[in-house]
Structures are given as structure tokens and as C-alpha cells.
């Protein structure tokens, strides 16, 4: 037994340093692109590399987006990092859900590759186009209590941090909804509505914010990118660009708002 | 969550007690308190759960604390929370949940006591009203300096006895129509509601007998159990918790760390998971408590988070009875269908269960008693139960009873006397009739009333052994727990569950058997083995079913320390098969040269002319596919197919494998243990491969020779190299067979091999 204890921790040192993947618990190789998480588990991932919709950011055809005489839309483009394919909804699950607060961070990195691809697309047409602020779709106050952290928020401060750009809250939620991962698509959209709004220190608080551009940039409209966890319908998103499309009214400077998530169900 | 914190003085000593409901709390101390200058301070009306259960532990005494007003009470508590607040500050938030503004000092108005009080009262009222002529002359004098320094501090006493009266009585006005999540709204100062009060906290405290859980799940047990308390729960805890039917804690929560690290290394407390027993290494920002730094456990994610804050609601603890010694071993033979040596294992057993606790602890202290490799924290569990457990002392433990030495029956030679006994091994080789021998046991508990837990590691051996406990004890109240069993809320007098499940009690048994005390999970996993140890009573018994007991154990057996039974004889009464050794090459190299050795392909020949059932085990799933597709070349007309843990046709597979329309099975460890399938011959492959450790190949050896039709099946151990591990398995076998020899258990020779 003490032979044990002594043993044990020069062994440790003596081996190479492997560590449990986060997603499949063994201990094999890892990736070298994300960290935290194994070869194996890096090559599963459903990235969308090309959006066939160029709208909402679906990697197949898009029915939706075709749509007419639907609600109107107060965003520009959606582009989400993965297709939520059945491994990531288990990922996406034992964070939000189970609270596994590990999985921040990989869901963070992930967002991050898809920011730099969305950033890529869009210097193409306009070598000066940048994101301004960065906000996220907030969660009501039950739910915040239930679980203790807004998956969204966490997910935007992080995608902040490593896109230098600041992040800003401008957006409350006003009525407490039912899990919207129980309903279906057409009582979605409909809750969705009305249940967020602005707020006169948000209102401020993007003034801020423009004042304190470059100056070559001051013609050019002011871009937030929402971010959020899943694209499923796009009325949460419509909702909150809504609302934010009304501030700029009131602040007289033309708006741009983009959605990013995490995954494009 | 949040809860509230105060101060009491009682009986003239100052205590910090949480609170989840300070209406409560005041009815309660103004009915319990005989102290005259009983007081209240509310220190903070939201802080987060875990600090104020560490507050509560503070031994509080500063001389001067009677006249203390809010200012000093607030620089106590921010003095208390010292290293709370510095953590947060690492985490860049300076969120302070103590502020002035909600914090009050209350006088309680004792009821035994009323009279005197009032005099005290209305006395007080009469000086300060002579102070407010005074002051009000003074201040028509327009003066205020000087010596009205005094005067001043009257008038902030009075201002704040003032404040904090309004304040209750806010309190109470509010909280009529809506208290709060979770809160019974209603005036608790009516008489009615104060009785429907008092029969929901004695529902909630007999509900919650036994169990250890956290809030939500509470919330699940009252919506079956007592829906009417759904919702509202928390004012009839805080009744419960108060009168001490129920104890209060969190999911996790620091614990010093006891034998490892150097003495100044153990002040250090490191936070730890009350339920599982892990360390809780995940600290993150928290909305529900207002923690920058809310510490969460992420071994035990699969059950619901437990964090910092999250409230942990046990049950208060039972003593535990003791089983009946159930008479003579032929008695137990008659009722129970037993064989000679399964009685006198029985009988061992059950005189072991009628022996008083001694030492009183089921929570061994010693390094050396630790079970399997783990290490018991014995603080944990301490701080939150209300009993006194004293420890079992490590020299009794040492020496055993030199009478078991000398003089020995025949029979009892291999039934040592126990010593110091909270555990008890049942060592029974495979096929030796465990489940019915461990039946006398849960009858003398259950016929003393008392409970009894069988825990299992795998829910499909739960699934089994449910049907047979259920025959065996048609008047008792099974209860059959697993991950998605519907029956998880309800209690009976026998339980059944897997091992993960026991998480949810705490010392709710009076006995404990864990079956196959060395199969996956149990044996690595140390938080099943904390869960465990917690769900069994303090002076409660634990029972091991093994087959092959983990080294640990089997040391302490032959030592002494360890109270233990063998049963080295099948049910049947013949031997165990003697593994023979088979030179062979590895399976890879067969599958690369696509050949089956001469020898090998002989073995399997014979035996399935002979009319057996063929198990052939390989160490790796991806072996199985090619090896099948290779048998089948070699030994047309039969039917020959392959199964793994990842295969979705097992268990059909293993059925039509029992009725033999497939002859050979190709499989790995998956099928090691419990499976009975008459008439059949095992080979193991790769004998010498690390996936194979002695217990393993025990309990493959163990799948042959277990009808009474065929009691002499072969078992073939094929490898490159012989192993240590292969030959302690051999070594052990005929080592079983010795025994069961000479305690002449065999009704026939033994055939020696």
C-alpha cells in the first residue's frame, strides 16, 4: 500500500501527459484543432462549411427562407457552426440540460471557427465589414434560476473574448415561455412574439458604442451579431432583431443585425 | 438557491441558524424560548445556501454581542464570510449580500414568558418615552451636540427597534398573499394554518425517511408521494428541519481531507460532493445563489447537478435493528432449500447478524480497512448526520480472536469467528446458489422489522433477481430501483437497485448485501462505494457476495480481520472444472493467416460431438466479427454466430443459445457472469491478454459444469504465454476444490486433473 503511494505519482510523472476526452471519456488521441476533445470525436463533428441557404444558414435546401407572405424579417443572414445532428444534440444536452459547464469551452471554440467563417464571407463583398457588439438572446428569470447560467450568454461573452469585440446585454425578456424545445413550429413563431423588448439604458448603451467608432467608419450601419444556441425556426431570432430594429429607429442610424449559433437544427 | 441567516440567543448563548423560511423561525423560537432577553438579528435575508450552512457551523461568542446593533452584526457577518467574499473578488464580482437594509434585530416575545416580558417591554417603553420628552426638550433647547451623544445613540436605537419592527411586520403583511417560491402562502400566526403546517412537516419528514436528496429531486418525490405538498414545500422543511426531523444540507460542501498531505496540509477544506463523495472541482458563476464561484460536482452530472447551493434534504437517522440468529443451520437447509454448505455459510452469516455493532461505526477509519483501494472520508458524513458515531478502535481490529485458532470443528474451519464484524464475506464460488443463500439473511432482518438493501451492479441482473425475491417473499414490499424505473419513489421493506441509485439514501438500511462486489462499476468506482457505505445505518451490516473477492478482501480474510464464509462447493455437489492449458497463438495472428491451429480446432471438436454447448471468449469486440466468419469455414453445420456488448441482438442471441440452436458463441467478458446455459465446454482465447485479470477468467471458467446433467465441463485456457493471472485463476480453482474436499461437501470423488 505505501509502496503503492510512492509509485503512483512518479508513474504519473513518468507518463506521457493523456488526459479523458471530454465528449467520449477515453483516453486516445487529441485533436489538434479543438482542445479538450479527441481525434476521433473532432472528425465527427457536422461542421456547415458552405450554407446553401444564404439567409438562414441551413447546409441543405431551404423551404423556409423560399417561403412567401411570411413574417418579416429584421435580420440579414444566419450561420451556424454545426448541423444538430444526433452526437450534438447529446453535446449540446449535457450542457444546457445536465450542466456540464465543461463543455463551454468547446462550444466556444466551435462558435468561434464559425464566426471567422461568416467574417471571411462577408470581407469578400466589403473589405471594411466588422461586427460592432455582440449580444445574445437572454432567458427569463425562472429559467435562469432552474439552471443557473444563460447558455447563450456564456456562449456570446466567450465568442467576444476571441473576437475582441465587446459585448453588450440589449435585450430583456419580458414573458417567461414554455421550453420551446416542446413545441412545435408553428406555435413557436407565434409565442415568440412580444416577448422581448428594449430598454432606454440599452438604448444608451449602443449610443455609446457608435460614438466610439473610428471615425472612417462613421457612415457605415451599425452591426450586432445575436448569438444563440440552436436556429430552429429563427422567431426567437426574429423576435430579438425585431426589437433591436426598433432602437435604431430611434437612434436615426441604419442597423445591421446577424445571427450566429451554435447549430442549425 | 438562497436562503435566510440569523442569529438566536437562547438560553443565553448566541447560535446561527439558516433559515428556509423565517416565519417560521419566529413562531418557532417565540413558542420554544424561556430566555427573557431571547433576540433575533437577521443577518441576510438571501445569501447563497452554502455560506450560510457554514455559518451555521461558527461557534459564535463575543462578549458584547447583546447590545450589539445592525452595524456590528453586519461587520460580523462580512467578518464570517471572510473567504467566501474572497473568492468572489477573484471572480471580479463584488456582490455583497449582506446590506443594512434588510437586516433586523427582533425581540422575541417567549410565550412562557409573556407576563414578564411585557413588564420588560412596556418598562423599556416607559424610559424611552421619558428619553423622547428629554430629547424632544432638547431639542427645543436647539441644542444637539455634546453630551447628546448619548442621546443620539437612543435615537438610533429606537430608530432601528423601530425599523426592524416595521420590517416584520412587512414580513408578515406580505407574505399572506404570496411568501416566495417555494413557500406556503398564508398567515402562519392563525391557528389553522399553523396546524395544516404541522402535519405537511411530519408528511415531509416521513416521506423523506431514509433518503438523501437534492431539491429538485424532492420536488419529484412530492409530486407522487404527497402532491398536495408540491410547490410549497420549504415552510414545512423548515418546521421538520427545526424540530429535527430532518437534516439540512448542500450538494457540496467543504470537508477536510484526513489521512493524506501533511499535517498543515489537512486545515486545508476542499470542497467535496455530499451525495457521491467525489471531489467537486467545477466552480462557475451561478444565478440561483448569486455565487461568482458556485463549486459543482461533475462525477455525479447524471443525477441532477449538485452544486454549492443546491439544497440536500435527508431524512434524520434511524437506529438499526438486529436480525434474529435464525436457529440451526438444518433449520435454514428445511425452509430454504439449502445444501450443506450453503448452511453453514447461512448460519455463519446470520450469527453475524445478531451480534450488537461494535465500535458502533460502519465507516471504517484505518487505511488498511479500506475496501477495494478506496479511501472512506469519514468527516464527510459527519458534519451533516445529527448521531455520535464513535470510532471502531484499530487495535481490536488487529488481533482476532485467538479461539477461532484453536480447536476447530471440521465444519467451521473455514467460517472464522468474527471479531470486530461490520462486514461480512460470503466467498461462493460460481454456481453455488448465492441468491439462495443470502435468503435466510433478509428473512431475519425482515422478521425483525428492520430493512434491507440488495444492491447489484447491472440493472439486467436487478431485472432477474426481482422475479426469484419476489417468490421468496410474497408478503414483503419489493421495491425495484434502476436508472428510468418507474418505481423510484416508492419505499418498501426490500429493496433492489443498482448501485448508482444508493445515492439517493442515506442510513436508511439495516442491512446491506452487495452482490459481485468485484464487477464493473462498483470495484473503480469510489463514489458507489461512498454511496453505499451512506445508505447502510451507522450500527447496520454489510454482506459481500463474490465469487472472486477483490485481493484486498481475500487479505483480510485470511488475516481475520474480515469475517467471512467460503462456499467452495456448487450446488450440485461436484467440483469446480479445472481449467486445462492449451498452447496457442494470439487471435490477431490467426485471423492475419486466416488458419485455426490443429489443437485448438481438436478441442472444439470433441466438444461438439460430445453434445456441448460451446462459449468461446475472445478479449476484443473487433475480433468477433472475423473469427466468426473464420469458424464457420472450419466447422460447417453447425450454427455459430458472435455477440458483443455493442451487438443489439444479444439477448436473443443468448436465448436461442440456451435452447441450443446455436451451438457456438463467440463473445467477450460480457457473458462472464450470470449466465447459466447446461451442458457446455468454455474456451478463453488470449487467456494472457491484460483485459483478462484473474476474477476474470474465474468466472468464464465458471460458465461450464453448472447443470447437475453435466457437471463436468471443460475449460480450456488457450494462449501464447502462461500468466500470472492464469495461474492464481487454476490455483484458486483447485484451491476451492481442496477445501470443499476435505469439509467433505463432495458427494463424489473429485476427478483430479
Same mark, same amino acid.
Given at each position: 500500500m505505501i509502496w503503492q503511494r510512492i509509485l503512483d505519482p512518479l508513474h504519473r510523472l513518468l507518463a506521457p501527459p493523456v488526459a479523458n476526452c471530454l465528449t467520449c471519456g477515453r483516453m486516445s488521441d487529441r485533436s489538434t484543432q479543438i482542445h479538450g476533445i479527441c481525434r476521433d470525436c473532432y472528425n465527427e463533428i457536422p461542421w456547415i462549411r458552405q450554407p446553401r441557404c444564404s439567409t438562414c444558414g441551413r447546409h441543405i435546401g431551404c423551404p423556409d427562407c423560399t417561403r412567401t407572405g411570411g413574417h418579416e424579417r429584421f435580420f440579414i443572414c444566419n450561420r451556424s457552426a454545426v448541423a444538430y445532428s444526433p452526437v450534438m444534440r447529446e453535446w449540446l444536452g449535457q450542457y444546457?440540460?445536465?450542466?456540464?459547464?465543461?463543455?463551454s469551452e468547446l462550444l466556444i471554440m466551435m462558435l468561434g471557427q464559425a464566426y471567422a467563417v461568416m467574417r471571411n464571407e462577408h470581407r469578400h463583398a466589403? !473589405?471594411?465589414?466588422?461586427?460592432?457588439v455582440i449580444t445574445c438572446v437572454p432567458v427569463s428569470s425562472i429559467r435562469l434560476q432552474e439552471r443557473g447560467f444563460n447558455q447563450a450568454e456564456v456562449l456570446a461573452i466567450g465568442v467576444a473574448g476571441l473576437s475582441q469585440i465587446p459585448f453588450r446585454r !440589449?435585450?430583456?425578456?419580458e414573458r417567461h415561455t414554455d421550453k420551446q424545445s416542446l413545441k412545435n413550429r408553428s406555435d413557436r413563431i407565434r409565442d415568440m412574439m412580444n416577448t422581448f423588448e428594449g430598454d432606454p439604458d440599452i438604448i444608451d448603451s449602443i449610443g455609446n458604442i457608435l460614438e466610439s467608432r473610428h471615425r472612417s467608419r462613421v457612415n457605415s450601419p451599425f452591426r450586432i451579431l445575436v448569438i444563440d444556441d440552436i436556429y430552429t425556426t429563427g422567431s426567437t431570432i426574429n423576435s430579438c432583431a425585431r426589437v433591436l430594429w426598433g432602437t435604431g429607429e430611434v437612434l436615426g442610424h441604419p442597423m445591421e443585425i446577424y445571427s450566429l449559433t451554435w447549430a442549425r437544427s | 438557491m438562497k436562503s435566510t441567516v440569523y442569529v438566536i440567543r437562547n438560553a443565553g448563548i448566541w447560535e446561527i441558524r439558516i433559515s428556509l423560511d423565517i416565519r417560521v423561525d419566529l413562531l418557532w423560537w417565540a413558542k420554544v424560548s424561556s430566555d427573557p432577553l431571547c433576540r433575533m438579528v437577521l443577518l441576510a435575508k438571501d445569501i447563497p445556501l452554502g455560506w450560510a450552512l457554514k455559518m451555521e457551523q461558527w461557534d459564535v461568542q463575543v462578549r458584547g454581542m447583546d447590545s450589539w446593533n445592525v452595524h456590528q452584526w453586519k461587520q460580523y457577518a462580512i467578518g464570517a464570510l471572510q473567504e467566501e467574499l474572497a473568492e468572489e473578488a477573484k471572480f471580479n464580482s463584488n456582490r455583497? *449580500?449582506? &446590506?443594512?437594509? &434588510?437586516m433586523w434585530i427582533w425581540q422575541v416575545k417567549g410565550e412562557s414568558n409573556v407576563t414578564r416580558c411585557l413588564d420588560v417591554h412596556s418598562q423599556t417603553k416607559m424610559v424611552q418615552e421619558q428619553r423622547n420628552m428629554e430629547l424632544g426638550s432638547s431639542m427645543v433647547a436647539g441644542e444637539l451636540r455634546g453630551n447628546s451623544m448619548k442621546g443620539r445613540e437612543r435615537i438610533e436605537q429606537v430608530n432601528e427597534q423601530r425599523l426592524s419592527e416595521e420590517k416584520v411586520q412587512a414580513l408578515w403583511d406580505s407574505s399572506g398573499k404570496d411568501a416566495g417560491r417555494g413557500r406556503k402562502a398564508g398567515d402562519l400566526r392563525q391557528g389553522g394554518v399553523m396546524q395544516a403546517l404541522i402535519s405537511e412537516a411530519n408528511e415531509l419528514a416521513r416521506v423523506l425517511q431514509g433518503r438523501s436528496l437534492l431539491a429538485a429531486e424532492v420536488d419529484g418525490l412530492l409530486a407522487e408521494a404527497a402532491p398536495s405538498l408540491a410547490g410549497t414545500w420549504f415552510t414545512a422543511a423548515q418546521l421538520a428541519y427545526l424540530q429535527g426531523q430532518l437534516v439540512l444540507g448542500a450538494g457540496v460542501a467543504p470537508a477536510a481531507s484526513p489521512d493524506r498531505g501533511a499535517s498543515w496540509q489537512r486545515g486545508r477544506k476542499i470542497p467535496r460532493c455530499?451525495? *457521491?463523495?467525489?471531489?467537486?472541482?467545477g466552480r462557475t458563476a451561478c444565478a440561483t445563489c448569486g455565487s461568482a464561484a458556485c463549486a459543482y460536482c461533475e462525477a455525479c452530472l447524471a443525477m441532477g447537478r449538485s452544486r454549492a447551493c443546491t439544497l440536500l434534504l435527508r431524512g434524520a437517522a434511524q437506529p438499526a435493528v438486529r436480525g434474529t440468529a435464525g436457529g440451526s443451520p438444518t433449520e435454514a437447509m428445511g425452509r430454504w432449500g439449502l445444501s450443506a454448505a450453503q448452511s453453514a455459510a447461512a448460519g455463519a452469516a446470520l450469527r453475524f447478524l445478531a451480534k450488537p455493532p461494535a465500535g458502533g461505526g460502519a465507516m471504517p477509519m484505518h487505511a488498511s480497512q479500506s475496501r477495494g483501494g478506496v479511501q472512506q472520508k469519514a468527516g464527510a458524513s459527519e458534519t451533516l448526520s445529527t448521531s455520535n458515531v464513535s470510532r471502531p478502535s484499530p487495535s481490536s481490529s488487529f488481533f482476532p480472536n485467538t479461539w477461532a485458532y484453536l480447536g476447530r470443528v471440521r465444519r467451521n474451519r473455514y467460517v472464522s469467528v468474527p471479531s470486530t464484524p461490520d462486514r461480512f464475506l460470503l466467498w461462493a464460488v460460481t454456481g453455488a446458489g448465492k441468491t439462495e443463500m443470502i435468503f435466510p439473511l433478509l428473512a431475519s432482518i425482515l422478521e425483525a422489522r428492520g430493512r434491507v438493501l440488495v444492491a447489484t451492479p447491472r440493472k439486467d441482473v436487478v431485472l432477474e433477481l426481482a422475479p426469484r425475491l419476489a417468490r421468496a417473499f410474497p408478503d414483503e414490499r419489493i421495491v425495484t430501483l434502476y436508472g428510468g424505473s418507474e418505481e423510484r419513489w416508492r419505499s418498501g421493506t426490500m429493496t433492489l437497485t443498482t448501485t448508482h441509485q444508493l445515492m439517493r439514501f442515506y442510513q436508511n438500511f439495516d442491512l446491506v448485501i452487495i452482490d459481485e462486489i468485484d464487477a464493473f462499476p462498483f470495484h473503480n468506482d469510489p463514489m458507489l462505494a461512498y454511496a453505499a457505505q451512506n445508505a447502510c445505518k451507522p450500527d447496520g451490516k454489510f454482506v459481500y457476495l463474490s465469487a472472486t473477492p477483490p485481493h484486498q478482501l481475500q487479505r483480510e480474510a485470511s488475516r481475520g480481520i474480515l469475517p467471512h464464509a467460503k462456499v467452495p462447493v456448487r450446488f450440485h455437489g461436484h467440483p469446480l472444472p479445472v481449467p486445462s492449458r492449451l498452447d496457442m497463438k494470439s487471435v490477431a495472428h490467426c485471423l492475419q493467416q486466416r488458419r485455426i491451429p490443429l489443437k485448438l480446432l481438436h478441442n472444439l471438436e470433441r466438444s461438439i460431438k460430445r453434445g456441448a454447448q460451446l462459449f468461446v471468449f475472445v478479449s476484443r469486440i473487433r475480433h468477433i466479427e472475423p473469427f466468426v466468419v473464420l469458424l464457420r469455414h472450419y466447422i460447417p453445420g453447425i450454427r455459430i454466430e458472435g455477440t458483443s456488448s455493442v451487438d443489439p441482438k444479444r439477448s436473443e442471441k443468448v436465448v436461442a443459445f440456451r435452447d441450443t440452436q446455436i451451438r457456438l458463441l463467440i463473445t467477450t467478458t460480457i457473458l462472464e457472469r450470470g449466465v447459466t446455459v447446461p451442458r457446455s465446454d468454455v474456451f478463453i482465447l488470449d487467456a494472457d491478454s491484460g483485459l483478462f485479470d484473474e476474477a476474470s477468467l474465474i468466472q468464464m471458467a465458471g460458465?461450464?459444469?453448472?447443470?447437475k446433467d453435466d457437471p463436468a465441463g471443460n475449460v480450456f485456457l488457450a494462449s501464447a504465454h502462461w500468466t500470472s493471472s492464469q495461474k492464481g485463476a487454476i490455483s484458486q480453482i483447485k484451491k476451492m476444490n481442496r477445501i470443499a474436499q476435505k469439509g467433505g461437501y463432495l458427494t463424489r470423488d473429485p476427478m483430479n486433473r
Open positions: 444546457k440540460y445536465r450542466g456540464n459547464e465543461r463543455y466589403d !473589405l471594411q465589414w466588422t461586427i460592432d !440589449l435585450i430583456i425578456r | 455583497s *449580500c449582506i &446590506s443594512e437594509k &434588510s455530499r451525495r *457521491c463523495g467525489s471531489v467537486a472541482l460458465r461450464a459444469g453448472r447443470s
